[in-house]
């Protein structure tokens, strides 16, 4: 028996289901009807794989077919069912085509529908138009400047993904101008969203605007430092011994390396055998006597300037919670603490901050919920944030958890994503096909994250491992989908693995001084591949031509046909439609 639609929804702010006129009862062709039957639409994201055209150096082909050759499979004949979409710069909100896409906002326009200004733009604006200081995020750390210290913690780099310098350097400016006499800057190194080795530039930058500062009698320094991956900027609660790395460095002006300047303290420490930006160690700069210069104290002031929340927010619980057990913080300063944004809506996280976060509203995993579309999410805890809490538009939790569920199954912590790279492919492929094959939900969504973490180390054989093993696993799903008569969307959130070599702007490799080829460890500007199918896909279903330059936030429209709805009209417009017999 074919399983039976869910009833409309008497919520006022989501759209109800469509319901088929009498003349379209009688029309040869039902636009939004894409069903044969109702349940078992699965959707996959392969984080970090996007399509590269590239014929000359070295770059991972063995990968993107490790991805995509199983879907491929399927899509012999039928190239209707296949296409491009774009996942960075103004297509995800960003301020730029030359802005990278990362796993946030991708994740954000796939589950919102709609195009939303993301934390770089909306930092952007607020600085250009002077409102960041206005705020009561501005004026509440303000209130330190007379006798505290202005700490600013975060990652020093141009890679856009999580923060950027040019900002860093405006709020200095702007921090100075409006009463803070004394200021800290806790860099972070960075190599994996910028060319690894790139740090000492940025360090020796910010080190002259700090000079130019204390040219005008303002004591600014460097105080502290460390790898992002190493230090501070761990994400969804993984590996805490990152976080306190950074706290005691930041806080408590301990680390196991001391240098009077950051440039040296950086170079020195590169040199080190395979060490790379992303994982330097901490270090503290101290003055002639040996002292910290500047360790977080009662009565200063901390922004946090990443603008991006998953690696900020559990340094905002430490900073934040009176009641924090994660680990010993030994001295808690009472401090007032701001972020650039607020990086968690639900927790409230942090409760001050200079921007405020996008609004995102109406969803569609709230759309389909509220509908009665049983949904399951799962992923490893590298990216579950992303299919539920970036997914669901930066909320926590569920819309109703008696029609959802989420599975997180726990990373591998304290090693390098390269030591593994299978990660937890087959678990997380394990979990999607008993949800599949329960019966029990209408949608099931996951997130294979291999190709993007192992990608992000340089390291291609592993790249290689990462994802053929995603393939595995993609195969796996695919094969319940088949047993249950199912619908299968899959596409990425950005590119990273399709292309690990440093190029020249004709497309050319970059080589190192010993004739080497230059690893890429960022994300890419590639477009990422969309593939629809399965056995209840109905016959004529494909993806429309008239949309060429298609985004991730058309996605949402796309699958919530294959659902049998029609998208709110402000959603981006679906891929898809239904060929003319």
């Not at 250009?128 to 209130?143: L, P, R, T």
């Not at 030994?330 to 401090?335: A, S, T």
């Not at 701001?338 to 109406?362: C, F, N, T």
């Amino acid at each position: 028996m074919t399983p039976q639609p869910p009833k409309p929804s008497s919520c006022d702010d989501i759209t109800g289901r469509w319901t088929p006129s009498d003349a379209d009862r009688s029309s040869s062709r039902s636009h939004w009807c894409h069903h044969q039957y109702y349940r078992w639409r699965t959707r996959m994201w392969l984080t970090g794989t996007a399509m590269h055209k590239q014929t000359n150096g070295k770059w991972v082909a063995q990968s993107f077919h490790g991805n995509w050759r199983i879907i491929q499979s399927y899509q012999r004949g039928a190239p209707e069912k296949w296409r491009l979409v774009r996942a960075h710069g103004k297509a995800v909100g960003l301020p730029t085509e030359d802005d990278m896409g990362n796993s946030e906002v991708g994740h954000n326009a796939l589950g919102a529908g709609r195009i939303y200004a993301q934390g770089a733009k909306l930092v952007d604006l607020a600085l250009a138009s002077g409102s960041i200081y206005d705020g009561e995020g501005f004026n509440y750390i303000k209130q330190c400047f007379a006798s505290g210290t202005l700490h600013l913690i975060g990652l020093l780099s141009d890679g856009g993904v999580h923060s950027r310098i040019d900002q860093l350097q405006l709020l200095l400016k702007g921090a100075s101008e409006r009463g803070a006499k004394r200021i800290r800057v806790h860099i972070l190194t960075d190599g994996r969203d910028c060319l690894d080795g790139s740090s000492i530039g940025f360090v020796e930058t910010l080190e002259k605007d700090l000079a130019e500062l204390r040219a005008k009698g303002i004591d600014a320094q460097i105080a502290s430092g460390g790898g992002r991956m190493y230090v501070t900027m761990d994400r969804y609660e993984n590996d805490w011994g990152v976080v306190k790395r950074g706290w005691d460095a930041q806080v408590l002006g301990e680390a196991p390396y001391q240098f009077t300047s950051a440039v040296e303290a950086v170079k020195k420490l590169r040199e080190a055998p395979n060490t790379s930006d992303q994982y330097l160690p901490p270090f503290v700069i101290v003055d002639d006597s040996g002292k910290p210069v500047g360790p977080i104290v009662d009565g200063d002031a901390v922004v946090t300037i990443n603008f991006r929340a998953d690696r900020m927010v559990m340094l905002a619980k430490a900073l934040e919670y009176e009641d924090f057990d994660k680990f010993d913080r030994v001295r808690v300063p009472k401090i007032r603490y701001a972020g650039m944004l607020q990086y968690d809506g639900e927790l409230k996280l942090p409760s001050h901050y200079l921007v405020s976060p996008p609004l995102i509203e109406r969803t569609s995993g709230e759309y389909l919920v509220k509908n009665g579309v049983h949904t399951f999410a799962c992923s490893e805890t590298v990216k579950f944030g992303h299919v539920t809490f970036f997914w669901n538009g930066n909320r926590s939790g569920y819309f109703d958890e008696t029609m959802e569920e989420y599975v997180e199954i726990p990373s591998d912590s304290g090693i390098t994503f390269n030591v593994q790279p299978k990660m937890k492919a087959l678990e997380i492929a394990e979990r999607a096909r008993d949800a599949i094959l329960s019966g029990k939900f209408d949608q099931v969504r996951v997130n294979l994250p291999n190709s993007d973490m192992v990608g992000h180390t340089g390291d291609i054989d592993a790249t290689v491992v990462a994802c053929k093993a995603a393939g595995e696993a993609v195969k796996m799903i695919l094969d319940a989908i088949e047993q249950v008569g199912g619908i299968y969307v899959v596409t990425a959130d950005h590119g990273n693995a399709e292309d690990m070599v440093k190029r020249n702007k004709k497309g050319d490799p970059l080589l190192d001084k010993a004739g080497n080829i230059q690893i890429l460890t960022s994300h890419t500007l590639q477009p990422v591949p969309v593939a629809i199918g399965g056995p209840g896909l109905a016959s004529g279903v494909r993806f429309r031509k008239d949309v060429p330059d298609g985004g991730l936030a058309n996605v949402a429209a796309t699958v919530m046909n294959l659902h049998g709805f029609v998208a709110p009209e402000d959603y981006e417009t679906t891929l898809i439609e239904v060929a003319e017999n």
